[in-house]
């Protein structure tokens, strides 16, 4: 089991560039959660889907975050236009069982400049 | 959104003492987690919790489940070098559908 993988590991981009992270959720999971986690905030639920389809969006900043899941192997966080307080690090987390706790991939560091 | 109260924010202990942490909730919870964060990686599970009093063990660590469903505790016991990490209390309310409410952590230091 190759766990939940997210890329790029690390991400700078400068101010005003559309940013993309993605994740590839564990086979076999049909929830997936995105999360961003700040030192001021700690970790924060952005959005979530069960089986491919957004149920919860409303941790999403902004209109500048979208984020798509077009099959179960597959999600993506976008940011357009990035802005420097969206610096964090996101988390991709997928779980396989209601009420459990899931299980999250290693993350990306974006820097935004 | 939401927060747990999760105390303390950061410990400093020596080699072989035990630890203990705790995270309280105004809501009633059904479901607690533990989770502990290494530098540089995402959180991972090391105990849930199900049931009001429940009392699990993973190896050096022990977590309950209040029995008011509003708080949980974890204690290490004989803490080691690799103990250290951030520890991070997570819930799970009723009508939430599977989302997390978290804590802010602890962070953990243990000097050898």
């Known amino acids: 089991d190759a766990g939940v993988i997210q890329s790029p590991r690390h991400e700078v981009t400068e101010m005003g560039q559309e940013v993309t992270l993605r994740c590839k959720p564990i086979s076999g999971h049909n929830s997936l959660f995105w999360y961003r986690q700040t030192m001021m905030r700690g970790l924060e639920l952005l959005i979530y889907?069960?089986?491919?389809?957004?149920?919860?969006d409303s941790g999403m900043p902004e209109d500048r975050f979208s984020a798509k899941m077009p099959n179960a192997s597959f999600s993506t966080l976008k940011i357009q236009p990035s802005e420097p307080r969206d610096s964090a690090v996101y988390f991709c987390?997928?779980?396989?069982?209601?009420?459990?706790?899931?299980?999250f991939g290693s993350g990306t560091r974006l820097t935004v400049v | 959104g939401q927060q747990l109260n999760q105390s303390p924010q950061s410990m400093f202990i020596q080699e072989g003492e035990d630890v203990s942490m705790n995270c309280t909730s105004s809501?009633?919870?059904?479901?607690w987690l533990w989770y502990k964060q290494d530098p540089g990686e995402g959180p991972v599970l090391l105990i849930a919790l199900y049931k009001a009093g429940e009392l699990t063990s993973n190896g050096r660590l022990t977590a309950q489940f209040g029995i008011t469903r509003k708080d949980s505790f974890l204690n290490i016991s004989a803490s080691i070098p690799s103990d250290v990490g951030i520890y991070f209390c997570a819930g799970i309310n009723a009508g939430n559908n599977r989302k997390l409410i978290w804590g802010l952590g602890t962070s953990l230091a243990v000097n050898p």
């Open positions: 987390a997928s779980s396989k069982v209601a009420g459990n706790g899931y299980t």
């Open positions: 889907f069960n089986n491919n389809v957004p149920i919860d």
């Open positions: 809501s009633i919870f059904n479901t």
